[in-house]
T-cell receptor, first 113, second 114 residues
Framework: GESVGLHLPTLSVQEGDNSIINCAYS??????FIWYKQESGKGPQFIID?????DKRQGQRVTVLLNKTVKHLSLQIAATQPGDSAVYFC????????????FGKGTKLSVKP | DTEVTQTPKHLVMGMTNKKSLKCEQH?????MYWYKQKAKKPPELMFV???????INESVPSRFSPECPNSSLLNLHLHALQPEDSALYLC?????????????FGSGTRLTVV
């Protein structure tokens, strides 16, 4: 089975609220994690990444937190907007010479105006 | 150019047809990938090309045949597909294989097998 999973398959938030999307991973050797946003009919779009030597990274309105102790990854979106509505996937890089990106199951975020 | 271009965007084919999906990037990336994505599921890796050589085949049936003619192009040849092969086929590229970073995905080809 997949080593990367999400706790919540769907998330509905009010516009302006903060959103938190969670992800659990099982491979302690994974060294790199990425959050992707996928809108209907489009390919995954890079949002933010974090390496295993960090525990927090901030972007514009987004923050990724990494807790290696419990193998947990989260994506925080501040002041969520209707344009944030999409499916969000976490992905981990298994490392090694080939390096495969393994995707989690995805969370659908719906933003209510 | 910072895009991965996939053609066609939509494809309907019969089970006896032969068709090809195309992917192109001009970012100088030396790793290219094919992923398959079923509805409401995450992308699943099919093939990895590194420096135009097939480096990973994730136990994909032989009715899917990848080809990398040069460092900018990636094809997926389809033959004798089954209805369950209907999915979104995503192409991606990255500067090199092994690091996981710098992936750029195309918008995909929506394939329907009838």
């Amino acid at each position: 089975g997949e080593s990367v999973g999400l706790h919540l398959p769907t998330l509905s938030v009010q516009e302006g609220d903060n959103s938190i999307i969670n992800c659990a991973y099982s491979n302690s050797a994974s060294d790199y994690f990425i959050w992707y946003k996928q809108e209907s009919g489009k390919g995954p779009q890079f949002i933010i990444d974090i390496r295993s030597n960090m525990d927090k990274r901030q972007g514009q309105r987004v923050t990724v937190l990494l807790n290696k102790t419990v193998k947990h990854l989260s994506l925080q979106i501040a002041a969520t907007q209707p344009g944030d509505s999409a499916v969000y996937f976490c992905a981990e890089n298994y490392g090694g010479s080939q390096g495969n990106l393994i995707f989690g199951k995805g969370t659908k975020l719906s933003v209510k105006p | 150019d910072t895009e991965v271009t996939q053609t066609p965007k939509h494809l309907v084919m019969g089970m006896t047809n032969k068709k090809s999906l195309k992917c192109e990037q001009h970012m100088g990336h030396r790793a290219m990938y094919w992923y398959k994505q079923k509805a409401k599921k995450p992308p699943e890796l099919m093939f990895v090309y590194s420096y135009e050589k097939l480096s990973i085949n994730e136990s994909v049936p032989s009715r899917f045949s990848p080809e990398c003619p040069n460092s900018s192009l990636l094809n997926l040849h389809l033959h004798a597909l089954q209805p369950e092969d209907s999915a979104l086929y995503l192409c991606a590229s990255s500067p090199r294989a092994g690091t996981g970073d710098g992936y750029t995905f195309g918008s995909g080809t929506r394939l329907t097998v009838v």
